[in-house]
């Protein structure tokens, strides 16, 4: 499919890569692709970022027909650019919109709006250590009518923006709360899919959260209300005597790309790893006898995030000291130092710019 691009007249001043807020600095271009039923995806085109004109009927304000992804570009010491297992984020893309009844996007369509756009905006992937271009692809249903119905009429976009460090002081373990009141997902609902909504959900729990002095939730599920599924927006993972434990994929967990890199690596390195239900007793009685050795979230945003402390109604503990453990300081030197062309890429998961 052929890509229209129209330069922007005028460049933004681009920000200092030592201050960047995430999700701030956007560049100065979108990519944008339209669907109609009946005549397919058409008009591929780069273009000045901007505000979208959106008819206030649309479906995606009112019913939130949104299904989006993250991935990033980093800058490999040589000066080239890569990206990390961007096939992945397309494939789960159209799982999404399976479940939310948004059309397939051919991979070729989707990740050549990624990759064209990147190129276009090279000169903002920053250089400085732990930097990246964050990138935001999206799907929005805009059929302009108020009636409950899937859209015929959806665009694609991709908008990017670099970002710094997660954490700019290094990794640091935070402090974790058990949501016991509101859940984000449940079997058959969303869970599984990438979708504003389930985001809409977390936010009351989140905003609780930070007034209390923790930095996430943990989710349980939304039946039994005992076992783990995510942390904040991040799937999660255990070290409990020796062995790895992570949640199971059971329709209400995002299958994480980062999950799935980390799960490989432990493999790699001889761990077990279980996916399975692992219930918040299960963690504080392992807590009590002093076999729960790390805990960890897994994304995209912060690769790998040490949790020191887990609290839940008065219970209280600490995880590792609150120190970052040896396993989650692995993963992460191992994961970026792939994400960034600094370590080798046995499993092929580089597709280089
Ligand atoms: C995006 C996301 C993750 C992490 O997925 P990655 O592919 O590793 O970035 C985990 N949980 C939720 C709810 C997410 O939206």
């Given at each position: ?6 330069r922007?007249?005028?460049?933004k001043?681009k920000?200092?890569s030592?201050?960047l ?5 956007m560049?100065d ?6 669907y109609?039923e009946?005549q397919?995806?058409?008009?591929a ?7 979208l004109?959106?008819?206030p009927?649309?479906k995606?304000?009112h ?6 992804e993250?991935?990033?570009?980093y ?8 990206l990390f ?5 397309i494939d789960r893309?159209?799982?999404s919109a ?5 059309p397939q996007?051919?991979?070729e369509?989707?990740l050549a ?6 190129e276009?905006e ?18 929005i249903g805009l ?5 409950v119905?899937?859209s015929?009429?959806?665009q694609?976009?991709v908008v ?5 460090a997660?954490?700019?002081e290094?990794?640091?373990p935070?402090k974790i709360?058990?949501e016991e009141?509101?859940v984000?997902a ?8 990438k ?18 002095g923790?930095?996430q939730?943990l989710?349980l ?8 599924e ?7 993972m255990?070290?409990?005597?020796g062995?790895?434990?992570t949640?199971?994929?059971?329709g209400?967990v995002?299958d ?11 493999k790699?390195w ?8 692992v219930?918040?007793?299960e963690?504080?009685?392992?807590a009590a ?12 945003a912060a690769v790998?995030?040490p ?8 219970r209280?503990?600490?995880v ?6 040896e396993?989650?300081?692995k993963?992460y030197?191992?994961?970026?130092g792939i ?6 890429d046995p ?5 280089k710019?």
């Amino acid at each position: 499919m052929e890509i229209k691009i129209t330069r922007a007249a005028t460049l933004k001043e681009k920000p200092d890569s030592s201050t960047l807020v995430f999700g701030k600095a956007m560049t100065d271009h979108m990519f944008i692709v339209d669907y109609d039923e009946g005549q397919g995806w058409h008009d591929a085109r780069i273009v000045p970022y901007g505000p979208l004109q959106i008819d206030p009927a649309a479906k995606v304000l009112h019913y939130g027909e949104e299904i989006f992804e993250g991935l990033k570009a980093y800058r490999a010491a040589d000066g080239s650019i890569q990206l990390f297992r961007p096939r992945d984020n397309i494939d789960r893309m159209n799982k999404s919109a399976q479940r939310l009844c948004l059309p397939q996007i051919p991979e070729e369509i989707a990740l050549a709006g990624i990759t064209r756009l990147v190129e276009v905006e090279q000169d903002w992937v920053p250089r400085e250590k732990d930097t990246s271009l964050y990138i935001r692809p999206f799907m929005i249903g805009l059929d302009a009518a108020l009636g409950v119905h899937s859209s015929k009429h959806v665009q694609y976009i991709v908008v990017v923006c670099p970002v710094g460090a997660y954490y700019p002081e290094g990794l640091n373990p935070v402090k974790i709360f058990v949501e016991e009141t509101d859940v984000r997902a449940v079997k058959g609902g969303m869970g599984m899919a990438k979708t504003g909504g389930n985001y809409a959900a977390s936010l009351r729990a989140g905003d609780l959260a930070e007034k209390a002095g923790y930095s996430q939730v943990l989710w349980l599920d939304g039946v039994h209300r005992k076992y783990i599924e995510e942390v904040g927006s991040m799937n999660v993972m255990f070290k409990v005597a020796g062995k790895i434990l992570t949640p199971d994929l059971n329709g209400s967990v995002l299958d994480g790309i980062t999950r799935r890199s980390c799960i490989q690596l432990l493999k790699d390195w001889g761990y077990e790893v279980e996916e399975r239900r692992v219930s918040a007793d299960e963690l504080f009685e392992a807590a009590a006898n002093g076999t729960l050795e790390e805990a960890w979230g897994t994304g995209t945003a912060a690769v790998v995030s040490p949790i020191g402390e887990l609290a839940m109604g008065d219970r209280k503990v600490t995880v590792s000291n609150n120190q970052i453990g040896e396993i989650t300081q692995k993963l992460y030197d191992e994961l970026t130092g792939i994400q960034w062309g600094r370590v080798a890429d046995p499993h092929g998961w580089i597709m280089k710019l």
